[in-house]
């Protein structure tokens, strides 16, 4: 243990480093918040990836791997890329034309205050709840290390979710100190080194694993038994009805009629159609709506540099996916050859994995990047809240005329009350995990933002596409309804009154209804629309 040790101290000296060196020169929120436009586009592209493969990502799909044993979850890769496509020609030339810090800026810009506050405070509450949420993901793997470490067997639900706890806080509180500090030139940089930490070690990862299956070393021999494994439906019988060994593109043809199949598709979380139509409108969401995501894009020099980064990350996006869940599926044969029984919940089998099965300082290394992924999107979350908060409140309402000095102490001080909340959230989840282990905590995780982000794309939308519609009462109306319409969906599904319809569609449905509804109202006078 004293080698992963010294390979976690190491990751850490690094990033303080980072942040310190990051924070000097700022003296506005500009530099604060976009660190003065200056990243080129492969650092704003490392920093993308690695605010993506977030804690859930990193420890859920290869835990997808393990289970379906088949690449379905990739499918939603293809909306991902046409998703970016779209954000990167159609959203960012307005955004810079604007010259906007916070992006909710067009929107009064296009429309008015008030549909600028609405879409911020949708922006604040949703991101605030899923990086919350997330966070818990990363509390996952250290709560497994401390049991394998102090022995502690089967430790009780009250004991578990105080180690949770505990775990949590110090995650947030070493990632705002150096956000604090530096700002998004801290944020970029570290997701930078992140990136690099995640690569190496997966690559170092299935190669543990290739080589481990037969003992032997032989690669040739190593395949054979993991094709066999994979494709033999008789494992791991629980999920039988599942399995669907190697398969990639789900048509969603159930083989019972027309009306089956819809229900099918909308019900399913990973088929061709939730990839081409769900995956393309949530990417659009995200990517173009989300201060979080927008914010790096902003930091390049121009729309142009931004575009390239957003774009070569889609292309990038598949094969990543492709590579976690693979990762996933060889933990399988490896705990299959080994005898080894896995955890009951999918989210916890690579920690496991990491934790009781690798060797040390490859160990080490995982564990690094396991926070790398957690602090990566932590990180950017945090920065995010706290612009849109200075930005859109501090500066916006309660003190207009405030000095730089003021604003950037402010989006600071926001930095370190959203790291709070953030902690309150992260337990929460904790407390109703542990409470609850029938509870799927990954759909709700990757899910939360289909109740709200629908409003946010369908306005932006409705001001991008169009040159009189949408005002700003109309918007709030169109917003409202399309979150309730959304929320209102899923009640009926979760009751049986309607068939279930799948987290990728909510997305769908917000943004088509909000667009629907804001543009039965004429803007009052024709606002400059961006070329």
């Known amino acids: 243990m004293t080698t992963d040790l010294l390979v976690i101290l190491a990751y850490f000296c690094a990033i303080f480093a980072i942040g310190l060196c990051a924070g000097r020169g700022q003296d506005s929120l500009e530099s604060y918040a976009l660190g003065n436009r200056s990243f080129p586009w492969w650092a704003i592209l490392a920093s993308i990836i690695a605010a993506e493969i977030s804690a859930a990502s990193f420890l859920g799909t290869p835990g997808e791997g393990f289970v379906l044993r088949n690449f379905t979850y990739v499918q939603l890769g293809i909306g991902t890329l046409l998703g970016r496509i779209i954000v990167g020609r159609l959203f960012l030339k307005p955004f810079y034309q604007y010259r906007v810090v916070s992006i909710y800026e067009y929107l009064e810009q296009r429309f008015g205050t008030a549909t600028r506050r609405g879409a911020s405070f949708v922006f ?7 990086s919350g949420t997330r966070l818990f993901f990363a509390g996952i793997l250290l709560v497994i290390a401390y049991t394998f470490l102090t022995g502690t067997q089967n430790p009780t639900a009250g004991q578990t979710v105080v180690i949770y706890i505990i775990v949590l806080t110090l995650i947030t509180v070493i990632t705002a100190i150096y956000t604090t500090l530096g700002g998004l030139k801290a944020v970029v940089w570290t997701d930078v ?4 930490i995640l690569a190496v070690s997966v690559a170092a990862t299935i190669l543990f694993l290739i080589l481990s299956i037969t003992g032997d070393g032989s690669l040739a021999d190593s395949w054979r038994t993991v094709t066999a494994t994979i494709s033999d439906i008789s494992a791991n019988p629980c999920h039988r009805e599942r399995l669907q060994p190697w398969l990639v593109f789900d048509f969603g043809i159930t083989g019972n009629g027309c009306m089956e199949d819809i229900k099918y598709i909308l019900g399913s979380e990973y088929t061709l159609w939730s990839a081409l139509l769900g995956a393309t409108f949530i990417t659009m969401a995200t990517m173009g709506t989300d201060q979080d995501m927008v914010q790096r894009m902003l930091a390049a020099r121009n729309s142009s540099t931004g575009s390239r980064a957003v774009i070569i990350s889609g292309v990038l996006d598949m094969p990543i996916v492709l590579i976690l869940l693979f990762c996933g ?7 299959q050859k080994q005898g080894i029984e896995p955890p009951q919940k999918a989210i916890e089998i690579f920690p496991y994995f990491i934790i009781h099965c690798l060797p040390a300082g490859l160990r080490g290394l995982l564990v690094a990047a396991l926070l790398a992924t957690a602090m990566g999107s932590l990180s950017t979350a945090l920065n995010a809240l706290a612009t849109a908060a200075t930005r859109d409140w501090y500066r916006g309402i309660f003190r207009p005329h ?3 000095r003021q604003t950037l102490r402010a989006a600071r001080l926001f930095t370190v009350g959203f790291a709070a909340l953030l902690i309150i959230v992260g337990s929460v989840t904790a407390w109703y995990s542990v409470m609850d282990p029938t509870i799927r905590i990954l759909p709700i995780a990757l899910g939360i933002f289909g109740y709200t982000y629908g409003s946010l794309l369908g306005i932006f939308l409705l001001g991008m596409l169009t040159r009189r ?3 700003d009462t109309g918007n709030v109306l169109a917003m ?3 979150i309730i319409t959304v929320i209102s969906l899923e009640l009926l599904g979760h009751f049986h009154f309607i068939p279930t319809i799948a987290f990728p569609w909510r ?4 943004t088509l209804v ?7 109202f004429p803007t009052p006078r024709l606002s400059a629309r961006p070329n």
């Open 124 to 130: 604040l509450l949703s991101r605030l709840l899923a």
């Open 193 to 196: 080194l992140q990136a690099c």
């Open 329 to 335: 599926m060889l933990v399988f044969v490896f705990f």
């Open 402 to 404: 405030a000095t730089e």
């Open 469 to 471: 519609r949408g005002c």
């Open 480 to 482: 409202c309804v399309g």
């Open 507 to 510: 997305v769908t449905i917000g």
């Open 514 to 520: 909000t667009f629907t509804i804001g543009s039965f």
